[in-house]
Nanobody, 118 residues
C-alpha cells in the first residue's frame, strides 16, 4: 500500500521560509516522479513544483526563483523549500507521486496547511 505523508507546514509571516517534507512508503521511490500541489479555497488544485525520477525539477511561474524541490531517494523523501513567502502561497500543500510514463499522479498525501500572514 502506497503512503505519502507530508510535514513541515505551519504559520509563517510574509517573507519567511518553510521546508515541506513528504515521506513515501510502499513504492519504489527511485522510479517515480514526485510533485507538490497547492489547494486554496475556490480554486482548482495547482501544480507548484515537480521533480522527475532522475532529479529534473519543474516549477510553476508563481514560485519559480523562490522555491526549490529536491528528493533524497535513500530516504524516500521529497522536499519543497519555500522562501520569500507571500500571502498568496497560503493553502493546503499535497505531495503526489506517479509511476514512470504516466501523465496523471496516482498517489496523494493527506496534505499539510501552509498559512502566510501578511
Amino acid at each position: 500500500q502506497v503512503r505519502l505523508v507530508e510535514s513541515g507546514g505551519g504559520l509563517v509571516q510574509a517573507g519567511g521560509s518553510l521546508r515541506l517534507s513528504c515521506s513515501a512508503s510502499g513504492i519504489i521511490f527511485s522510479i517515480v516522479d514526485m510533485a507538490w500541489y497547492r489547494q486554496t479555497p475556490g480554486k482548482q488544485r495547482e501544480l507548484v513544483a515537480s521533480v522527475t525520477r532522475d532529479g529534473s525539477p519543474n516549477y510553476a511561474d508563481s514560485v519559480r526563483g523562490r522555491s526549490t524541490i529536491s528528493r533524497d531517494n535513500a530516504k524516500n523523501t521529497v522536499y519543497l523549500q519555500m522562501n520569500s513567502l507571500k500571502a498568496e502561497d497560503t493553502g493546503v500543500y499535497y505531495c503526489a507521486a506517479r509511476k514512470a510514463f504516466k501523465t496523471l499522479y496516482d498517489y496523494w498525501g493527506q496534505g499539510t496547511q501552509v498559512t502566510v500572514s501578511s
